[in-house]
């Protein structure tokens, strides 16, 4: 009887419960596909707002949409781009999250709609060019509709509203079944009622009498809740497996910053000894030149004294061939140029000099990573796909910096306008689809230690 009087009652609560459950699920569903709409709307809305990006618009409320399409005429008629993919973006995430977390009560509700909160206001404020939009005067009131959306939507009266909805359809049920059958059905269905009514009476009873039992006779009377805690120390064991794996990934991460750190010293200190050597190189090269021009004087004063001495005995050189007098007068050709020395003169020097590597004045970037500037390590001397901006230095401490012109360049930059150029460009015209940048005034870079740092921006135009 102790384990059949259990079963009973989780029986007659799921026949009871089942039909306000499934009530309470859909309720639920529809509010979350509400607010989802809603919270899509109120970023669009706040996307309007932004007079930096996309200028003024027309309309920037869009109270009459009610739907997805609404949304997409509101974004053509303000110009607002590449919105309609924050939009299908954000309905996505919705999907998934219910998916994941079925909104059954409030709590799922909740989470889901929480987390599609978050997830709209990293897409629209995070990022080198959307961290101006925190300082928006619309962001607080955008961020207090978000959190009116998500309450209301938490704290819908579904109990109430589920009663309201089945008591009616039950009234309209009983009335119209008693007007088809004939005059003697009544009376059945009054009996039938009567039974309905006398089971109904005896689960109560049961339900109660069970609910005595395991009030009064059953120790301790906290079952139910040792059966949560299982549950509960489950989800702590999880909670605190996924932290021990971000705590990992972080150590990772500053392992690797620490790395790189090292290795950019190490290349720093590469670059000090090349071109320690490089010097070197330069001064060697400078000193043999030297001893060349000594050697080379040296040999211009000995020639003239071997000249005037008597022939030299014929045992003393090998014989010669006809053509060797020809080759014989071809050393005597430098010596005019020696003769010619005067003290206090610099020869040029016997070593070419083009051993000295050109200096480099041109380097790519692909955008500005510092923010108000470009980092020494992140230029490079030669373009490729991903560059955008061409440095040109004018000395040592100064250059200048433009959107470069191939089409690599160009469509990378337009791929996302507001990563790449709004930090560094000051805007002469909106971008348009199709268009072209093209660079009206460079702008103006200044070296401060490891950095070049933008002081005036450049000025480009769409054209």
Not at 7 to 14: D, E, H, Y
Not at 368 to 392: C, H, K, M, W, Y
Request: aromatic content about 6%; charged content about 20%.
């Amino acid at each position: 009887m102790q384990r059949l009087l259990p079963g009973i009652l989780m029986l007659t609560s799921l026949l009871v419960g089942w039909p306000a459950s499934a009530q309470r699920s859909t309720t639920y569903q529809t509010q979350v596909e509400t607010a989802t709409f809603q919270m899509l709307r109120a970023t669009v809305e706040f996307l309007a707002s932004d007079t930096k990006t996309f200028g003024y618009v027309s309309r920037p409320k869009c109270d009459d949409c009610t739907t997805d399409d609404d949304l997409q005429l509101f974004i053509k008629e303000n110009k607002l781009q590449r919105a309609d993919d924050l939009v299908r973006d954000g309905r996505r995430k919705s999907q998934d999250l219910q998916r994941r977390t079925p909104p059954t009560n409030p709590e799922n509700t909740n989470r889901v709609l929480s987390t599609l909160q978050t997830y709209l206001i990293d897409k629209v404020t995070a990022g080198i060019g959307r961290r101006h939009r925190l300082q928006l005067p619309a962001y607080s009131t955008y961020k207090a509709e978000l959190d009116r959306i998500v309450s209301e939507a938490v704290t819908v009266p579904v109990a109430d509203s589920a009663l309201a909805q089945n008591t009616p359809s039950e009234t309209e049920t009983d009335t119209s079944s008693s007007s088809l059958p004939p005059q003697n059905e009544p009376a059945m269905n009054e009996a039938q009622a009567i039974d309905y009514g006398f089971w109904a009476l005896c689960l109560s009873i049961l339900n109660l009498a069970g609910l005595l039992y395991l009030l009064f006779f059953k120790r301790p009377p906290a079952a139910p809740v040792e059966s949560r805690q299982p549950a509960a120390g489950e989800q702590i064991r999880e909670l605190s497996h996924r932290l021990k794996v971000v705590e990992s990934e972080r150590v990772k991460l500053e392992n690797r910053v620490k790395r790189l750190e090292e290795e950019r010293g190490q290349v720093q200190g590469l670059q000090n000894k090349v071109q320690a050597l490089e010097t070197a190189a330069q001064r060697t090269e400078q000193n043999m030149a030297r001893a060349a021009e000594a050697l080379s004087v040296a040999s211009g004063t000995v020639a003239p004294q071997a000249a005037s001495r008597p022939t030299q005995p014929a045992d003393t050189k090998p014989p010669v061939s006809p053509a060797a007098p020809s080759q014989a007068s071809a050393p005597a050709s430098p010596q005019p140029a020696a003769q010619a020395y005067r003290p206090g003169q610099s020869a040029a020097p016997a070593q070419p000099a083009n051993r000295i590597k050109p200096k480099i004045t041109t380097f790519y970037a692909r955008n500005a990573d510092l923010g108000d500037g470009f980092s020494v390590s992140s230029l490079l001397t030669a373009p490729d796909r991903d560059t955008v901006f061409e440095i040109q230095l004018v000395n040592d401490g100064q250059a200048e910096y433009r959107v470069a012109d191939n089409a690599d360049a160009q469509r990378m930059a337009l791929s996302d306008p507001y990563s790449f150029l709004n930090e560094t460009c000051m805007y002469m015209t909106q971008p348009q689809p199709g268009s072209r940048i093209r660079t009206d005034q460079p702008g103006k870079l200044a070296l401060q230690g490891e950095k070049w740092t933008i002081t005036d921006k450049a000025q480009i135009s769409f054209v």
